[in-house]
């Protein structure tokens, strides 16, 4: 398969009436801050017939009029704070061609392939792009990137559903509330978690140099992306298994967290005295009283960290495993959640703080598990109907675990897993055959 890309330009905003200030900013939140200043990329696939790539450009315009943020740069307010530019300096929009039908590129997986369908992720002043690969069948693949610090994954797929109903001539949305100002602290404040270790890191100097930034160079050798494909039926029995003698059952996500764990953990050969760490994102809409409006653009996310010696991971039942994610996650409530409020506004204290995110791609012998279940991507139509395909771009960052809802609809999920070259694959049949007995 031969990518062509064809054409690159920038888009920017299209108003009715007349068009806003440039000049104004948006401060970072206090979670923006924390989040990962990164581009995420995501693949969709759709089958003809879908409407032609100036549907899609100017719906894309239209709809940046309402989500400014997107056609922003990042950058320092006039009160010296990290903020998002309202400058309208517009977003990346490529157009691209295959030389064969999508059936002959099939099955997409996340693989160096992939990378072909979406602008580069390295050195992006823009915060989102966009680029459109027509294939000689007439299905198109849209890859899209947007930098995380703008928002999460839950309110970058609203935007993505909004972009669909502009290409459609609806009205636009869900709308945005764009207001980053509604999580102030308490008074007094009230710090009762140790956020300085968990979510943020001191700017300290090591050997002369600073602490890389996420974006430095790695290298990916070695490591393989899988995909597991858990059916419905393996899911409830896992849960059944994870939640025996329980009044509550663990939640389906709990379970196969904890099965994944226990099975990275085993193929990975960890020495049993050694401790793995899961770390899980947590949504903080649902969890915060009063809850954050569903319609929040931007972050909203902090973690969960569960821990477990190797040999007690391993040798425990999945009920074991599946009680430490699901104590873990239950911790970051809304206590936590204000306790970060508290702590990350203290603009004093955090100037010589910094993100405490991953900087490398190998998390072992720890997992990291983003779920991108709940997420309405496949409520994305352009006019030609929901995509078939969804999948993450290729990501080797090694024990980096993305779960999300399989294509088929019948209640089943994809694991993507990228791992080390390991001699034996982590299918759910043979995992789920193997750990059954330990």
Same mark, same amino acid.
């Given at each position: 398969?031969?990518?062509?890309?064809?054409?690159?330009?920038?888009?920017?905003?299209?108003?009715?009436?007349?068009?806003?200030?440039?000049?104004?900013?948006?401060?970072?939140?206090?979670?923006?801050?924390?989040?990962?200043?990164?581009?995420?990329? +995501?693949?969709?696939?759709?089958?003809?017939?879908? %409407?032609?790539?100036?549907?899609?450009?100017?719906?894309?315009?239209?709809?940046?009029?309402?989500?400014?943020?997107?056609?922003?740069?990042?950058?320092?307010?006039?009160?010296?704070?990290?903020?998002?530019?309202?400058?309208?300096?517009?977003?990346?929009?490529?157009?691209?061609?295959?030389?064969?039908?999508?059936?002959?590129?099939?099955?997409?997986?996340?693989?160096?392939?992939?990378?072909?369908?979406?602008?580069?992720?390295?050195?992006?002043?823009?915060?989102?792009?966009?680029?459109?690969?027509?294939?000689?069948? =007439?299905?198109?693949?849209?890859?899209?990137?947007?930098?995380?610090?703008?928002?999460?994954?839950?309110?970058?797929?609203?935007?993505?559903?909004?972009?669909?109903?502009?290409?459609?001539?609806?009205?636009?949305?869900?709308?945005?509330?764009?207001?980053?100002?509604?999580?102030?602290?308490?008074? %007094?404040?009230?710090?009762?978690?140790?956020?300085?270790?968990?979510?943020?890191?001191?700017?300290?100097?090591?050997?002369?140099?600073?602490?890389?930034? %996420?974006?430095?160079?790695?290298?990916?050798?070695?490591?393989? +992306?899988?995909?597991?494909?858990?059916?419905?039926?393996?899911?409830?029995?896992?849960?059944?298994?994870?939640?025996?003698?329980?009044?509550?059952?663990?939640?389906?996500?709990?379970?196969?967290?904890?099965?994944?764990?226990?099975?990275?953990?085993?193929?990975?050969?960890?020495?049993?005295?050694?401790?793995?760490? +899961?770390?899980?994102?947590?949504?903080?809409?649902?969890?915060?009283?009063?809850?954050?409006?569903?319609?929040?653009?931007?972050?909203?996310?902090?973690?969960?960290?569960?821990?477990?010696?190797?040999?007690?991971?391993?040798?425990?039942?999945?009920?074991?495993?599946?009680?430490?994610?699901?104590?873990?996650?239950?911790?970051?409530?809304?206590?936590?959640?204000?306790?970060?409020?508290?702590?990350?506004?203290?603009?004093?204290?955090?100037?010589?703080?910094?993100?405490?995110?991953?900087?490398?791609?190998?998390?072992?012998?720890?997992?990291?598990?983003?779920?991108?279940?709940?997420?309405?991507?496949?409520?994305?139509?352009?006019?030609?109907?929901?995509?078939?395909?969804?999948?993450?771009?290729?990501? %080797?960052?090694? =024990?980096?675990?993305?779960?999300?809802?399989?294509?088929?609809?019948?209640?089943?999920?994809?694991?993507? +897993?990228?791992?080390?070259?390991?001699?034996?694959?982590?299918?759910?049949?043979?995992?789920?055959?193997?750990?059954?007995?330990?």
């Amino acid at each position: 398969m031969d990518v062509q890309r064809e054409s690159s330009m920038i888009l920017k905003p299209i108003y009715e009436g007349n068009p806003p200030s440039t000049t104004a900013s948006v401060p970072l939140s206090v979670f923006d801050k924390a989040s990962y200043d990164t581009h995420i990329a +995501v693949i969709y696939a759709f089958k003809s017939p879908t %409407p032609p790539n100036s549907n899609l450009q100017t719906g894309l315009q239209k709809v940046l009029a309402v989500y400014r943020e997107w056609a922003g740069r990042l950058g320092i307010d006039d009160k010296g704070r990290p903020a998002i530019l309202l400058n309208d300096e517009g977003v990346r929009f490529v157009e691209a061609s295959a030389d064969c039908a999508l059936d002959q590129a099939m099955p997409l997986k996340p693989s160096k392939d992939v990378l072909n369908f979406h602008p580069s992720l390295k050195g992006v002043e823009e915060l989102l792009q966009v680029q459109l690969t027509r294939f000689a069948c =007439g299905s198109m693949v849209l890859g899209f990137s947007t930098n995380h610090i703008v928002a999460d994954g839950h309110a970058t797929s609203n935007f993505l559903v909004a972009w669909g109903r502009a290409c459609r001539g609806l009205d636009i949305g869900p709308l945005p509330l764009l207001d980053r100002t509604i999580f102030t602290p308490r008074d %007094p404040p009230c710090v009762e978690f140790e956020h300085q270790r968990i979510e943020f890191k001191s700017k300290k100097i090591i050997n002369g140099h600073p602490y890389p930034s %996420p974006n430095s160079d790695y290298s990916s050798d070695g490591v393989i +992306v899988h995909k597991a494909h858990f059916t419905l039926e393996f899911l409830t029995k896992l849960k059944a298994k994870a939640s025996a003698g329980r009044t509550r059952p663990y939640s389906t996500f709990e379970s196969l967290v904890a099965h994944l764990w226990r099975a990275i953990t085993k193929a990975r050969g960890l020495n049993g005295f050694e401790t793995t760490q +899961v770390r899980i994102s947590v949504n903080g809409r649902q969890r915060m009283n009063p809850r954050v409006p569903y319609e929040y653009f931007g972050n909203v996310v902090l973690w969960a960290f569960a821990g477990a010696k190797v040999k007690e991971l391993l040798h425990e039942p999945v009920q074991y495993a599946a009680k430490r994610i699901h104590d873990a996650v239950s911790k970051v409530n809304d206590d936590y959640f204000k306790s970060f409020i508290d702590f990350a506004s203290d603009e004093e204290k955090m100037k010589d703080l910094t993100n405490a995110d991953e900087e490398s791609v190998v998390l072992y012998p720890n997992v990291d598990v983003e779920s991108w279940l709940r997420f309405p991507f496949y409520d994305l139509n352009f006019g030609g109907g929901a995509p078939y395909i969804f999948l993450p771009s290729y990501l %080797p960052v090694q =024990g980096m675990l993305i779960l999300l809802p399989s294509f088929i609809g019948d209640g089943s999920i994809d694991a993507i +897993v990228p791992l080390f070259d390991l001699k034996r694959a982590l299918s759910p049949s043979k995992a789920y055959a193997t750990l059954s007995t330990s």
